[in-house]
């Protein structure tokens, strides 16, 4: 079982930047393929980014190509989702999620990220 804690979240103006990230603990955090998703009231969760393992292979949505990139440092069980040219549709709750057997099986509790305009 891994644990997840997103943290970073925050109030910002369009166009400025805000790094989220999503601490691991328990099993190691290493082997997974993690990934963060979001969601607004009333719509269903939506990727974001993935990364894979080793951190080589990464992906993003169309929405946020270009201004959001994710990373990781397996050493310190973490992942991040740097986030820039904020826009106002980038509010939402921001989730981080490991993917076990194929599937985003560990979720973690999600931080508030809201873009004024």
């Known amino acids: 079982q891994v644990q997840l804690v997103e943290s970073g979240g925050g109030l910002v103006q369009a166009g400025g930047s805000l790094r989220l990230s999503c601490a691991a603990s328990?099993?190691?955090?290493?082997?997974?393929?993690v990934g963060w998703f979001r969601q607004t009231p009333g719509k269903e969760r939506e990727f974001v980014a993935g990364?894979?393992?080793?951190?080589?292979?990464?992906y993003d949505a169309d929405s946020v190509k270009g201004r959001f990139t994710i990373s990781r440092d397996n050493a310190k069980n973490t992942v991040y989702l740097q986030m820039n040219s904020l826009k106002p549709e980038d509010t939402a709750v921001y989730y981080c999620?490991?993917?076990?057997?194929?599937?985003?099986?560990?979720w973690g509790q999600g931080t508030q990220v809201t873009v004024s305009s």
């Open positions: 999620a490991a993917k076990e057997s194929r599937v985003y099986a560990h």
């Open positions: 328990g099993r190691t955090f290493s082997s997974y393929t």
């Open positions: 990364i894979s393992w080793s951190g080589v292979s990464t």
